[in-house]
């Protein structure tokens, strides 16, 4: 305050006790927007006592981005000296509101600049590409669907599927009002994506095959994607990587056909039968059950079973279980892993808003891999169990381990990201499917199969760990009885059960010493007869794509029984 006593604060008090800078409460003041109370003799301005809350009213609106004329004019009302009526300058609160709405414009504006900025440093576009995708961002809903709508059209061009058409025409790009960044950028790929051949020749071979199987109740209709749904139905090749076809009504029919769509009771069991898929062949991959092992066969016939009613009224449809089944459901799966068509729904579920479909990759490539591999309904050769010696199995997992045992201890830290000859693993990966092996037998034994596969099994000590799964089920296999018992559906003896893992840890064993530049000579007591049972238990298994064995390969003249194993098991001895 001013010694004089008369309450009034000079520029620097002010400036002081507000840490507002005095070159800036001076241009407020010059602009009319923190006028002086009065003037020293010698000029100097002199601010009554309400000065302070001026100041941060003005500092506080400066601060949210609002202009200067329009602080001016708040103020100007807010005094009682500035109330002129209803036609006087703005409130504060209707100010308030007009600089939210221009602000709200603002961040839309800079949320799309960002998503297009962004779009750019993930797709590593030229320059040149700017202003295109700049462009495409600011399209309306119009324009947007009409780009949609140019590609379906020429995509499926003299294609006879209408009804597969008129889906993709109803799923279109319509953003929010307000749309996040990730929508932005969803709508920008989506835009390149559809310029892509890739993508048109895909979608046209959907529809050739909707075209080619449709059966005389006509095209079904729930088999294609209507408003945002690529689900399929009768004759249509599965997609369960699509949207749900429950979330939207279906797509109207193409006014040139009379043909009646699929009835909702069927559409839904397909949409059953779908999920089913993905989760059953999901969780047969958790568990580690080969495509080409007889424990997938049981879940290849629990899927067939639930799809045949879903192809009544196609053409030549089946009706029961057997090679034409298997064969056809096959070719559905595989017309329908098109991973560009997956990208293009999910980016469409993204630009509007909707969950995102369910992944298929996984369940697809494990069950359209066990397809291949029983292309008709099992019957098991009950041959590959006779001959298996319990005890002769247990002294050759005995000396398989201990050889094992002795290249995982001479393994190296810096040796765990070394390449093997196994499915392009590393070291890290094959010894941590050789404890899981070792753990899976145990757990089996103990009649409480795991279902983490995918778990890490290995750990920060790898010895330790496959030490400890070769203790944990050497005491299985001796303590539960399991080399004299029999498991599953089909009976297989335990005995056999821990001959396979035998032959897998003698197999890994050969991989690992390969990839550390070990001797490759492991347990010559035990490789003869454990080549003799692979031989015996797998030499009737498909060596097809995804199955567990590439096919075999020749071994050079004089080959020892484990390089003749790993080359029977499709490696490369030489």
Same mark, same amino acid.
């Given at each position: 305050?001013?010694?004089?006593?008369?309450?009034?604060?000079?520029?620097?008090?002010?400036?002081?006790?507000?840490?507002?800078?005095?070159?800036?409460? +001076?241009?407020?003041?010059?602009?009319?927007?923190?006028?002086?109370?009065?003037?020293?003799?010698?000029?100097?301005?002199?601010?009554?006592?309400?000065?302070?809350?001026?100041?941060?009213?003005?500092?506080?609106?400066?601060?949210?981005?609002?202009?200067?004329?329009?602080?001016?004019? !708040?103020? $100007?009302? =807010?005094?009682? $000296?500035?109330?002129?009526? /209803?036609?006087?300058?703005?409130?504060?609160?209707?100010?308030?509101? *007009?600089?939210?709405?221009?602000?709200?414009?603002?961040?839309?504006?800079?949320?799309?600049?960002?998503?297009?900025?962004?779009?750019?440093?993930? +797709?590593?576009?030229?320059?040149?590409?700017?202003?295109? /995708?700049?462009?495409?961002?600011?399209?309306?809903?119009?324009?947007?669907?009409?780009?949609?709508?140019?590609?379906?059209?020429?995509?499926?061009?003299?294609?006879?599927?209408?009804?597969?058409?008129?889906?993709?025409?109803?799923?279109?790009?319509?953003?929010?009002?307000?749309?996040?960044?990730?929508?932005?950028?969803?709508?920008?790929?989506?835009?390149?994506?559809?310029?892509?051949?890739?993508?048109?020749? @895909?979608?046209?071979?959907?529809?050739?095959?909707?075209?080619?199987?449709?059966?005389?109740?006509?095209?079904?209709?729930?088999?294609?994607?209507?408003?945002?749904?690529?689900?399929?139905?009768?004759?249509?090749?599965?997609?369960?990587?699509?949207?749900?076809?429950?979330?939207?009504?279906? %797509?109207?029919?193409?006014?040139?056909?009379?043909?009646?769509?699929?009835?909702?009771?069927? =559409?839904?069991?397909?949409?059953?039968?779908?999920?089913? /898929?993905?989760?059953?062949?999901? @969780?047969?991959?958790?568990?580690?059950?080969?495509?080409?092992?007889? @424990?997938?066969?049981? !879940?290849?016939?629990?899927?067939?079973?639930?799809?045949?009613?879903? *192809?009544?009224?196609?053409?030549?449809?089946?009706?029961?279980?057997?090679?034409?089944? #298997?064969?056809?459901?096959?070719?559905?799966?595989?017309?329908?892993?098109?991973?560009?068509?997956?990208?293009?729904? *999910?980016?469409?579920?993204?630009?509007?808003?909707?969950?995102?479909?369910? #992944?298929?990759?996984?369940?697809?490539?494990?069950?359209?891999?066990?397809?291949?591999?029983?292309?008709?309904?099992?019957?098991?050769? #009950?041959? &590959?169990?006779?001959?298996?010696?319990?005890?002769? !199995?247990?002294?050759?997992?005995?000396?398989?381990? +201990?050889?094992? &045992? %002795?290249?995982?201890?001479?393994?190296?830290?810096?040796?765990?990201?070394?390449?093997?000859?196994?499915?392009?693993?590393?070291?890290?990966?094959?010894?941590? $499917?050789?404890?899981?092996?070792?753990?899976?037998?145990?757990?089996?034994?103990?009649?409480?199969?795991?279902?983490?596969?995918?778990?890490?099994?290995?750990?920060?000590? $790898?010895?330790?760990?496959?030490?400890?799964?070769?203790?944990?089920?050497?005491? @299985?296999?001796?303590?539960?009885?399991?080399?004299?018992?029999?498991?599953?559906?089909?009976?297989?003896?335990?005995? /056999?059960?821990? *001959?396979?893992?035998?032959?897998?840890?003698?197999?890994?064993?050969?991989?690992?010493?390969?990839?550390?530049?070990?001797?490759?000579?492991?347990?010559?007591?035990?490789?003869?007869?454990?080549?003799?049972?692979? #031989?015996?238990?797998?030499?009737?298994?498909?060596?097809?794509?995804?199955?567990?064995?590439?096919?075999?390969?020749?071994?050079?003249?004089?080959?020892?029984?484990?390089?003749?194993? %790993?080359?029977?098991?499709? +490696?490369?001895?030489?």
């Amino acid at each position: 305050m001013n010694e004089d006593g008369t309450g009034l604060l000079t520029i620097g008090e002010l400036a002081g006790l507000t840490g507002v800078p005095v070159k800036t409460i +001076r241009s407020w003041s010059d602009q009319d927007l923190l006028p002086p109370a009065a003037r020293t003799p010698a000029g100097y301005r002199l601010y009554g006592p309400d000065a302070p809350a001026r100041l941060e009213i003005v500092r506080s609106l400066r601060e949210l981005g609002i202009g200067l004329a329009a602080i001016r004019s !708040v103020l $100007h009302r =807010e005094l009682p $000296h500035g109330l002129n009526g /209803m036609g006087g300058p703005p409130s504060l609160a209707e100010t308030a509101a *007009q600089w939210a709405d221009a602000l709200d414009a603002q961040i839309r504006t800079l949320r799309l600049q960002s998503a297009v900025l962004r779009s750019v440093a993930a +797709r590593g576009s030229a320059a040149e590409e700017l202003p295109y /995708m700049t462009e495409l961002a600011r399209l309306s809903a119009r324009e947007r669907r009409l780009i949609i709508t140019d590609f379906v059209e020429n995509a499926l061009d003299g294609v006879d599927a209408p009804a597969y058409r008129s889906g993709l025409l109803a799923a279109t790009p319509d953003l929010p009002d307000d749309p996040t960044a990730e929508q932005i950028g969803a709508w920008l790929e989506l835009a390149a994506l559809v310029r892509e051949p890739e993508l048109r020749t @895909a979608l046209r071979r959907l529809a050739e095959y909707s075209a080619r199987t449709a059966g005389a109740v006509g095209e079904p209709e729930a088999g294609e994607p209507d408003a945002m749904s690529e689900s399929p139905a009768q004759g249509e090749p599965l997609a369960p990587g699509a949207p749900d076809a429950t979330s939207e009504p279906p %797509a109207p029919r193409d006014p040139r056909t009379s043909r009646p769509p699929t009835p909702p009771a069927q =559409e839904r069991a397909v949409i059953r039968v779908a999920e089913l /898929m993905r989760v059953r062949g999901e @969780a047969a991959v958790a568990a580690g059950i080969a495509p080409d092992s007889p @424990a997938a066969e049981p !879940v290849i016939a629990e899927l067939v079973a639930a799809w045949l009613p879903t *192809q009544t009224g196609t053409a030549d449809s089946p009706t029961e279980d057997g090679p034409p089944a #298997r064969a056809r459901l096959l070719e559905q799966l595989e017309t329908a892993a098109e991973p560009l068509v997956e990208r293009y729904w *999910q980016l469409l579920c993204t630009v509007t808003g909707r969950p995102a479909p369910p #992944r298929w990759d996984t369940a697809g490539t494990w069950t359209t891999a066990a397809l291949r591999a029983h292309p008709g309904p099992y019957e098991l050769d #009950r041959s &590959a169990f006779d001959g298996t010696d319990p005890d002769r !199995v247990l002294r050759a997992y005995e000396q398989v381990t +201990r050889d094992v &045992a %002795a290249l995982v201890a001479a393994v190296r830290p810096e040796d765990l990201a070394l390449p093997t000859p196994c499915a392009g693993w590393t070291v890290r990966q094959l010894l941590d $499917h050789m404890v899981w092996e070792n753990l899976m037998a145990t757990s089996i034994a103990e009649g409480t199969p795991r279902a983490d596969h995918t778990a890490d099994h290995l750990g920060d000590d $790898h010895r330790t760990a496959f030490a400890h799964s070769v203790r944990a089920a050497h005491a @299985a296999f001796t303590g539960s009885g399991m080399l004299h018992r029999t498991y599953g559906p089909y009976e297989a003896p335990g005995a /056999m059960i821990v *001959q396979q893992v035998v032959v897998e840890l003698l197999a890994h064993g050969w991989d690992l010493a390969r990839a550390t530049g070990a001797p490759t000579g492991l347990a010559p007591g035990a490789a003869e007869e454990t080549l003799a049972a692979a #031989r015996r238990i797998y030499g009737a298994a498909p060596r097809t794509e995804g199955s567990s064995f590439a096919p075999e390969r020749p071994a050079p003249p004089g080959a020892g029984a484990t390089d003749r194993l %790993a080359a029977f098991l499709g +490696r490369d001895p030489a």
